[in-house]
């Protein structure tokens, strides 16, 4: 559908000369997206600068039944972010952090605000927000809000959902629900502001938020290990929880193929160990106290040596050598950049499970396309694997294409077998749709459409996503 002139004219001069732009040179970049999947169009880029007129914009788009969709800063994985027709509403103007309360350690601020930003301006105050994603130079906090985005650090302080106490949404309807208190205890009917989280833009525009900061711990201790196994993984997990508890921030598994793609794809990286071992772990402690006697570290990680949980390990001697072991893991997703097509499958399971669903989905996916690379790696501490399979190096990309299909459906088949989820952190986008349904009942499909229409009767906001 072509969007009327005249609802274009009204529409730029109720954003004024700074909140529009039409030059196809500067809206390019915001219609294709980090995957190269999606190609996008529009009749007009929005940039709001305040809630105001956020407000405005909605309700215009809402009186004339015009769609919009909601973009940060475009490193969504599931195409929810590009138009397909709807105007696009960028954040980027709504970029202020509006306040710092040191004691209640909280900040308020605008969605366009990026997590790097946010992460700045809390550190500049001697505290810390711990959402941490390799996307986080670009990724906003209205974008993370709005895919209940995880990362390294979900292990000690949760998802996005789990960061967030307050929120400010305009909804489908154009009105402001202002809900910024930044309170840790509000028993005061729903709580609605869950809803917008994770909602992928499907449910309004959220433009500022109140989230919460914390002590950055002084000690951080970080180290690579190698492994045989996926369970000794896990067991290496279990094993840490007990001496460390919730002090572990990052546990990341690492297979092979990563490292050795990661070393060739992206310039800059070292191996943290040799030879190499079928599976590594990245893993990170953050203290107040530096562990002593039989729990430090390296006391710690020589019995796992004994005992075989881990066949070699490093403990990062500075700060330089502790990033150059995060960067190798950051760096799992551009490495697979350059190998071919990449078939990505973002899942959870019980972490008790993990082990079982990377072998049996491994098997599944070598008995329809042998020769598949499988590269499953991931923040395996809350149970996330990103499960990709790689085009075989001698199969022609049309032959894997043909085979995705059956692939994914085999994989997921798996997931759902052992209780997991389709969608771990990436959310569903459009790209995930119609699994979506194989994964919800029927009472939940129900509930959840009726709360789209309860808040967007007309399907204005981001309408072809999730649904
Ligand atoms: C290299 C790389 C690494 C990544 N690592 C991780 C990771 O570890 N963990 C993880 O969870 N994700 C990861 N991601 C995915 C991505 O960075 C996150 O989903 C991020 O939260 C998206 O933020 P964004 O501002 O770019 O949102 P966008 O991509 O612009 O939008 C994403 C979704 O949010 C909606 N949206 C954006 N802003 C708003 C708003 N203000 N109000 C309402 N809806 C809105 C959009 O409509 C869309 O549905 C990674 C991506 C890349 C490219």
Redesign the pocket.
């Known amino acids: 559908m072509t969007l009327a002139v005249k609802h274009i004219d009204a529409l730029k001069a109720l954003l004024g000369p700074k909140g529009h732009k039409t030059n196809p040179d500067d809206v390019a970049p915001h219609l294709h997206?980090?995957?190269d999947r999606w190609q996008g169009h529009t009749p007009l880029l929005a940039m709001p600068g305040d809630t105001a007129q956020v407000g405005d914009l909605v309700r215009y788009c809402a009186e004339h039944k015009i769609a919009i969709?909601?973009?940060?800063?475009?490193?969504?994985?599931?195409g929810?972010?590009i138009p397909q027709g709807e105007i696009l509403?960028l954040?980027s103007r709504?970029n202020k952090v509006r306040s710092l309360d040191a004691s209640n350690a909280t900040m308020t601020v605008e969605?366009?605000v990026?997590?790097a930003s946010a992460r700045a301006a809390a550190a500049d105050a001697g505290l810390l927000f711990p959402l941490?994603?390799?996307?986080?130079g670009?990724?906003?906090?209205?974008?993370?809000?709005?895919?209940?985005?995880?990362?390294?650090e979900v292990l000690r302080y949760g998802?996005?959902r789990d960061l967030a106490l307050g929120l400010e949404?305009v909804t489908p309807r154009g009105e402001m629900l202002d809900d910024l208190k930044g309170l840790r205890k509000d028993n005061s009917g729903y709580d609605l502001k869950q809803v917008?989280i994770g909602?992928?833009?499907?449910?309004?525009?959220?433009?500022a938020a109140v989230v919460k900061l914390y002590p950055p711990p002084p000690f951080r201790l970080t180290a690579w290990c190698a492994l045989q196994t996926v369970d000794d993984a896990i067991a290496l997990l279990a094993h840490l929880r007990h001496r460390y508890g919730d002090a572990i921030s990052k546990f990341e598994l690492v297979p092979q193929i990563g490292v050795d793609y990661a070393l060739k794809n992206v310039p800059g990286n070292r191996a943290p160990l040799s030879p190499s071992a079928p599976w590594h772990v990245l893993l990170e402690l953050g203290l107040f106290a530096p562990p002593g006697g039989d729990h430090t570290l390296e006391q710690v990680l020589a019995s796992a040596l004994q005992n075989g949980r881990i066949t070699d390990a490093a403990i990062a001697q500075s700060d330089t050598q502790a990033m150059q072991f995060v960067r190798m893991r950051?760096s799992l997703?551009?490495a697979q950049k350059g190998e071919g097509l990449a078939l990505k499958h973002?899942i959870s399971v019980p972490v008790s499970a993990i082990a079982k669903f990377i072998e049996t989905a491994s098997a599944e996916v070598q008995s329809l396309m042998p020769a598949s690379r499988i590269f499953a790696f991931?923040?395996v501490g809350d149970g996330n694997v990103h499960f990709d399979v790689l085009q075989p190096l001698q199969t022609k990309a049309h032959a894997f294409e043909t085979c995705a299909p059956h692939i994914t459906k085999a994989v997921y088949t798996t997931v759902l077998a052992l209780g997991g989820s389709i969608s771990?952190?990436?959310?569903i986008?459009v790209l995930k749709r119609t699994e979506l349904r194989h994964q919800k009942s029927k009472v939940q499909m129900q509930a959840m459409r009726a709360i789209k229409t309860a808040f967007d009767p007309d399907n204005i906001?981001?309408p072809r996503?999730l649904f």
């Open positions: 997206e980090w995957r969709t909601p973009q940060g800063g475009n490193t969504g994985l599931v929810a972010q509403l954040t709504l969605a366009g990026t997590l941490s994603l390799a996307s986080e670009s990724a906003t906090m209205g974008g993370v809000l709005s895919t209940n985005a995880g990362g390294m998802n996005a949404v917008f909602a992928e833009g499907t449910l309004g525009v959220i433009t950051e997703s551009a973002d991931g923040h771990a952190e990436h959310g986008g906001m981001n996503v």
